[in-house]
């Protein structure tokens, strides 16, 4: 069965630092991948998604995500963070032969300091 | 456009008493997943349902945890004989008809569960 790890479980970032989130998945076949986030108080929202082609995915807010296949790995990265980033993300897979439940990470809290 | 709509926001039960949480999915979606997100870990896979069918239950519990979504009306989580345990935030997302696993799922605010 697939997993998702997300190592950082809380970042503390200043105003306009950049930022790197792992996300580190164990399945051996073909897999889409997603960053939800979760703002406080507030339902997840889709970030970004990679199902094919670039591995390199623009999402909104000024994200980006690297498919890393030989490493398991979609890292979510942004160069300058703002205050209104502060909230929970989540990485997930979902394993592509027709089951479409999600696999979540734990989750990182990230929070911005003015 | 309404989203994915759940209610309650917040249920509160005593142990025993039965929970009914609901999910609308967003209007086109024929496809219905319901997660759990205990305190400090991430959303699990409940169970995954199409109009009248369940498609995959893996994640549900054997006991006490039923799901449905009717012809008509919303999909209900029903959990029977609450326990402590239960105490969870429950999300529901919603995908379109025929997507496949390339759709991405959009989630509901969720329902806030607290079993006193």
């Known amino acids: 069965a697939q997993s998702v790890s997300q190592h950082n479980h809380h970042v503390i970032l200043s105003e306009a630092a950049s930022l790197e989130l792992g996300c580190n998945y164990s399945?051996?076949?073909?897999?889409?991948l997603f960053w939800y986030v979760q703002y406080p108080g507030q339902h997840l929202q889709l970030l970004l998604k990679?199902?094919?082609?670039?591995?390199l995915v623009k999402g909104i807010k000024g994200f980006e995500a690297e498919f890393i296949k030989s490493k398991f790995s979609f890292n979510l990265r942004k160069p300058s963070v703002q205050w209104s980033d502060t909230a929970e993300y989540f990485c997930?897979?979902?394993?592509?032969?027709?089951?479409?439940?999600?696999?979540f990470g734990t989750g990182t809290r990230l929070t911005i300091i003015p | 456009n309404a989203g994915v709509m759940q209610n309650p926001r917040h249920l509160v039960r005593r142990r025993g008493q039965e929970a009914r949480l609901r999910c609308s999915p967003m209007?086109?979606?024929?496809?219905v997943y319901w997660y759990r997100q205990l305190p400090e870990e991430g959303l699990k896979f409940m169970v995954y349902?199409?109009?009248?069918?369940?498609?995959?239950e893996s994640g549900m519990p054997k006991e006490r945890f039923s799901a449905e979504f009717p012809k008509e009306g919303p999909s209900i989580l029903r959990i029977q004989q609450v326990v402590r345990g239960d105490s969870a935030a429950y999300f529901c997302?919603?995908?379109?008809?025929?997507?496949?696993?390339?759709?991405?799922?959009?989630f509901g605010d969720g329902t806030r569960l607290s079993i006193l």
């Open positions: 997302a919603s995908s379109p008809a025929g997507g496949g696993s390339n759709q991405p799922q959009h």
């Open positions: 399945y051996g076949g073909t897999v889409n």
């Open positions: 990679y199902f094919s082609g670039d591995p």
């Open positions: 997930a897979v979902n394993v592509d032969f027709g089951n479409e439940k999600l696999t």
């Open positions: 209007k086109g979606h024929s496809h």
């Open positions: 349902l199409q109009k009248e069918n369940i498609i995959d």
